[in-house]
């Protein structure tokens, strides 16, 4: 008998990060500050809690914990604005989710990269908050794409550009 086995070498590995002491609540706490504070006209653009959230899950790439940041960061902007608790919850607990298991098993941290699947997450991020809505809240009026909603993720993903390297300055040295 033969063995038809190739050895093909070992999985490409992925780096964990880690972060200084205190890095991730301190960001946290300011994205959600941040987006309370921001003037109407501006919040329906900017989402910097999704932002963080999907910086962290990229990069720590443990989806356990993606889920959890993701849930803890959706709730508490819950409690701080207007929507019913838990929506911006459930769709940022999916985000932190799909996101880690997705920074688990690719590279992810190219800009280029960063950009595209931001817009992906921002538009996967608003069609589960308008299911979500739709579903629980029997809300009709909500449309899942719109032009704002592309400029939307468009701009988001522009901020990521430029705030994604300025959260890797605070990782520790692997």
């Not at 299911?131 to 909500?142: G, K, R, V």
């Amino acid at each position: 008998m033969e063995n038809t086995e190739v050895y093909i070498g070992p999985e490409p590995h992925i780096e964990v990060h880690k972060y200084y002491g205190g890095v991730v609540p301190a960001v946290v706490v300011l994205a959600l500050v941040l987006q309370a504070f921001f003037p109407v006209r501006w919040s329906g653009y900017l989402e910097l809690p999704l932002l963080v959230t999907l910086y962290f899950a990229l990069s720590k790439r443990n989806p356990s914990s993606g889920l959890v940041l993701g849930m803890v960061i959706g709730l508490l902007q819950d409690s701080l604005s207007r929507t019913p608790l838990g929506l911006y919850g459930i769709a940022k607990t999916l985000v932190g989710y799909v996101g880690s298991s997705i920074g688990a098993r690719l590279d992810v941290e190219h800009p280029v990269a960063r950009f595209i699947l931001t817009i992906g997450f921002y538009l996967f991020h608003h069609a589960v908050f308008t299911l979500t809505s739709h579903l629980l809240l029997a809300h009709q009026n909500e449309t899942y794409v719109t032009t704002p909603i592309l400029i939307a993720s468009v701009v988001n993903a522009f901020i990521a550009i430029g705030l994604f390297p300025l959260l890797d300055r605070f990782r520790k040295p692997s």
